[in-house]
T-cell receptor
Framework: AQTVTQSQPEMSVQEAETVTLSCTYD???????LFWYKQPPSRQMILVIR??????QNATENRFSVNFQKAAKSFSLKISDSQLGDAAMYFCAYRSAGTYKYIFGTGTRLKVLA | EAGVAQSPRYKIIEKRQSVAFWCNPI?????LYWYQQILGQGPKLLIQFQNNGVVDDSQLPKDRFSAERLKGVDSTLKIQPAKLEDSAVYLC???????????????FGPGTRLTVL
């Protein structure tokens, strides 16, 4: 069975600085997708960024980028120029290529300090 | 476009009572998910529908939880009887499940916060 591990329960970053959130996963599959979701306090969870396992190039979305290391089964999220609105729970998630079933990590709470 | 709707937003019940949650996915979305998110944890999939058929319910406690998705649109999740450990946020999500699997996105509703006393 696939598992997703986020070893950082909480992280803090100064506004305008850069922070990296870690995620590792375990799978025997070769084709899958990885995601980072953001869950702001009392607000809906939204997709931040996705990565297809077959792509070597790391995904980027504006200030958000990932470092995908397939052999190490590592998928970290880098947030550049952190803003107060980035404060939220961040969840790493895995999905098999053949199904629409998602497996989530336990989350990392990101605090942004003014 | 309208997002995923859920109701109620909050519910407080006594243990052994019954409760039902409702979800209306984004129009045209074939896949619907129910997740349980216990405080401090990530969402755990309870059941996944594709249209009105069940794709995965392996983590649904079937002795007390049930779910249905009539006509492949709205869905209800029921707990009967509730236990203290059922206190959690119940999230509904939907996705288009079009042919572009790589770009398919899961959209979440605001969730229902259940407190069992």
């Amino acid at each position: 069975a696939q598992t997703v591990t986020q070893s950082q329960p909480e992280m803090s970053v100064q506004e305008a600085e850069t922070v990296t959130l870690s995620c590792t996963y375990d799978t025997s599959e070769s084709d899958y997708y990885l995601f980072w979701y953001k869950q702001p306090p009392s607000r809906q969870m939204i997709l931040v960024i996705r990565q297809e396992a077959y792509k070597q190039q790391n995904a980027t979305e504006n200030r958000f980028s990932v470092n995908f290391q397939k052999a190490a089964k590592s998928f970290s999220l880098k947030i550049s120029d952190s803003q107060l609105g980035d404060a939220a729970m961040y969840f790493c998630a895995y999905r098999s290529a053949g199904t629409y079933k998602y497996i989530f990590g336990t989350g990392t709470r990101l605090k942004v300090l003014a | 476009e309208a997002g995923v709707a859920q109701s109620p937003r909050y519910k407080i019940i006594e243990k052994r009572q019954s409760v039902a949650f409702w979800c209306n996915p984004i129009s045209g979305h074939a896949t619907l998910y129910w997740y349980q998110q216990i405080l401090g944890q990530g969402p755990k999939l309870l059941i996944q529908f594709q249209n009105n058929g069940v794709v995965d319910d392996s983590q649904l406690p079937k002795d007390r939880f049930s779910a249905e998705r009539l006509k492949g649109v709205d869905s209800t999740l029921k707990i009967q009887p509730a236990k203290l450990e059922d206190s959690a946020v119940y999230l509904c999500a939907s996705s288009l499940e079009g042919q572009q699997i790589s770009t398919d996105t899961q959209y979440f509703g605001p969730g229902t916060r259940l407190t069992v006393l």
